[in-house]
């Protein structure tokens, strides 16, 4: 199956830094990726899909000035949580689409995000 | 909006058989996806029912039907390592994912 790759997998940062996470398809052009958080026992929750080349899609509630999403290219997407604030800490997992007839979504490892 | 309601946990035993309930109402459609999660990973792809039917692979079966706004996981000849969260996934007409809260599939001994 394809692959996807998280960059970092934890990060532990102080209140008010920035944090960058990188999402890659390594075997893949992904036309499509999308970016989700997921806080303990709870599902994942979309929070913006990325199209490459064009700007971000956020979901209801989800600030863009605080979370900034460039995919520059068709293997490379990057989310940039802005001035983190410890209710930030969360699991943010990234997944990226091809063209496979199936529309499946390839999940990466995710970030373990925690900010003190 | 979308709504995808699932059980929220539920124990079985090693060797047998557990299926997991999806209910969903959605805006658009474009398949239905089932993934397993680990504590602390990132989701697994499971299967995927865009047609109304079975789909089977391995141990692990699912169903949709469309018209019900329905579709189930079964899990047959349980193992240990099938102690998981099990999320159930709609795509809709954007091909966007919207996920169920989970289910918590503990198997024992």
């Known amino acids: 199956g394809a692959v996807v790759s998280q960059h970092p997998s934890r990060v532990i940062c102080k209140s008010g830094t920035s944090v960058k996470i990188e999402c890659r398809s390594l075997?893949?052009?992904?036309?499509?990726m999308f970016w989700y958080r997921q806080f303990p026992k709870q599902s994942l929750m979309l929070m913006a899909t990325s199209n490459e080349g064009s700007k971000a899609t956020y979901e209801q509630g989800v600030e863009k000035d605080k979370f900034l999403i460039n995919h520059a290219s068709l293997t490379l997407s990057t989310l940039t949580v802005t001035s983190a604030h410890p209710e930030d800490s969360s699991f943010y997992i990234c997944s990226a689409r091809g063209l496979a007839e199936n529309n499946e979504q390839f999940f990466g490892p995710g970030t373990r995000l925690t900010v003190l | 909006g979308q709504n995808i309601d699932q059980p929220t946990e539920m124990t079985a035993t090693e060797g047998a058989i557990v299926q997991i309930n999806c209910t969903y109402q959605t805006s658009g459609f474009n398949g239905l996806f089932w993934y397993q999660q680990h504590a602390g990973e990132a989701p697994t792809f499971l299967s995927y029912?865009?047609?109304?039917g079975l789909e089977e692979k391995g141990r692990f079966s699912s169903f949709l039907s469309r018209s019900k706004g329905y579709s189930y996981l079964l899990l047959k000849e349980l193992q240990m390592k099938d102690s998981a969260s099990y999320l159930c996934?709609?795509?809709?007409?954007?091909?966007?994912?919207?996920f169920g809260a989970g289910t918590t599939v503990t198997v024992r001994a």
């Open positions: 996934a709609v795509s809709d007409g954007d091909y966007k994912l919207s």
């Open positions: 029912n865009v047609l109304d």
């Open positions: 075997d893949f052009q992904a036309t499509t």
